[in-house]
Every structure is written in C-alpha cells, then in structure tokens.
C-alpha cells in the first residue's frame, strides 16, 4: 500500500464507519398504554372466572329442600331416626293410613345406628310373621 | 408534542446520530463493546430521564464528554483495566475488507489511550481540536500535536502490517 498524506489516509480511515448500536432500552408511552390496558383486561377476566367458580359453588348449597327428594334431605336437613314411638304417633294423628306411610316412607331418615348394633325397624322388617 | 416529548425526541435523534461514534470512542477506552455500550445507553437514559440539553452550548461534545466520564467511573468502580477486545469488530468495513478492519482495529489498539482517544474523537467524532482539547482537558495545541503522531504512528502500523501480508517472509 503506497504511503498516502494525512488528509488522504484520514480519508481512507473515514471510509470504516463505527458500527450501528442497539437501539436505546426505553418503552414508548403507547407500549407502556397498551401493556395497562391488557393488564386491566387480564384482570377483569380472572375476577369473572373467579366470581363464576364461587358463585357457582355456592349457590347450590343455598337451594332449599325439596320435599321428596331424598338426596337433597340427607344432604342439609338434620337427621333423626324414625322410632317406634315416632311411627305410633304418625299412625295415631294422620288423616289417614295412606299419608301416615307416606310421611314414614319419603321423609328419608338417615341411619345413625353404630356399625356393632342393629336397627329394630330393620330387623323386625326381615322377620316373616304369622298372624 | 409537549416540551418533554420534544425534549426526548431530541435527544434520542442525538443517539441516532451521533450514538456510533460515542460508542466506538466508549469502546477504546473499555476495551468491550458491549461494556461500551452500556454506558453510552447510561448516558442517554439518565439524560432523557433527568436531564436537558438545551443548556449545554455544544452538545455533540456534551455527548463525548458525558460518555468518557461514564465509562471512566465505571472502570474505577470495576477496579480494572481490561486490555482491549481484540477479535469482536469495531468497524464497519468498506467493500468487505475485514483484514483491513482487524489491522486498522489493532493499529488503534497499539496506539497509547490519549493518543488513541484523540484519533477516534478527530476522525470518527468530527470534534475540533478545542473540542477535543476542552475535552480532554488539555491544550488545543498538545491535542493536534499528539494527533499528528498517533496518526503517522497509525500509518506506519499500518503499512508495516499491508507490507507483511504482501511478503510472507
């Protein structure tokens, strides 16, 4: 390479340009803008799954009992077992045969008998007797 | 467009016009481009965030000056003096000439770092001598004397390497 003067050398050494850098790491207010609004988006839909799943968790345990619909008493109502004494009044004071079996048999009473003993009603049910 | 977003357009049309050159004239001093930079975009954040350039009288040497105490500080905090990088490239070579960019990059690089600093503020930077030398903090006169050197010695450097290319002896 011949010697050049300064003026020509700076010349040639002006032809290599600095290489570009990155742009400069800032957020422009309208991606700033768009990023809150889809946060409040983000937001508002998680508030409505969340509501949805609540409200519908709750709300059928506020369903009030239906009459003669046996799972829904065992679920919300309290229990009592039916006695032989509870079966001698419901015979005594209702209208008639009919409604006093139909109050023993669709007013479900959930056992609360202990596993090691037996049910009077139940076993009494079994028994075949002759009269 | 109120005065702050003027404000910030101005100053990021500075970077875009001047941001290559200050990250070049960066990188002499750090020896890591991308350490470079760094602190140029410390620079222009900190001034789109707190600063005003309206009041500096000429701000393409505000720019330099801003950059060299950046990555001057940052070198004193680091603790170190890191030899300069020499395989990323600095340069954007003319007509492919890569090995012309590597020689001109270690002709740079084997220059002192005053020497080196006033060669890249001169020629890349297009800042006067006195700008430089307020710069710089030395006399107008000092800067080009030490310019014309650094730019015989770059030269020679150079030459010598062209001519070893040429002669595999």
């Known amino acids: 390479m011949p010697i050049p003067d300064d003026e020509r050398f700076e010349h040639y050494l002006k032809q290599f340009r600095p290489l570009l850098p990155d742009a400069l790491p800032i957020s422009t207010p309208q991606r700033a803008r768009r990023y809150w609004v889809f946060g409040l988006w983000s937001a508002s839909a998680a508030a409505v799954i969340i509501l949805g799943v609540i409200g519908f968790r709750v709300i ?40 006093a079996l139909d109050e023993m048999a669709f007013h479900a009473r959930g056992s609360t008998v202990p596993k090691d003993q037996q049910s009077a009603v139940a076993v009494l049910s079994k028994e075949k007797i002759k009269l | 467009m109120d005065r702050t977003e003027g404000s910030r357009g101005d100053i990021e049309f500075l970077y875009r016009q001047h941001g290559a050159a200050l990250v070049l004239f960066a990188s002499t001093i750090t020896g890591e481009r991308s350490r470079a930079q760094d602190a140029v975009h410390q620079v222009f954040l900190k001034l789109i965030a707190n600063g005003d350039l309206s009041r500096a009288q000429d701000k393409k040497a505000y720019l330099f000056a801003c950059t060299r105490n950046a990555v001057l500080n940052e070198r004193k905090f ?46 890349w930077g297009d ?24 730019l015989g010695k770059l030269r020679d450097e150079m030459s010598a390497k062209e001519n070893s290319c040429a002669d595999p002896r």
């Open chain 1, 60 to 99: 059928p345990s506020r369903v009030p009992r239906q009459p003669g619909n046996p799972q829904r008493v065992g679920l919300t109502s309290p229990v009592r077992p039916l006695t032989m004494r509870d079966a001698n009044s419901l015979l005594a004071t209702a209208p008639s045969y009919k409604s």
């Open chain 2, 127 to 150: 800042l006067t001598f006195a700008q430089i030398a307020d710069l710089l903090s030395i006399n107008s006169n000092t800067a080009a004397s030490r310019y014309r050197y650094a």
């Open chain 2, 78 to 123: 680091q603790d170190r003096h890191e030899p300069l990088e020499m395989d990323a490239a600095w340069f954007s070579p003319p007509h492919r000439d890569i090995a012309g960019e590597r020689n001109l990059r270690r002709a740079l690089a084997a220059l002192p770092d005053d020497q080196r600093e006033i060669v890249v503020l001169h020629i």
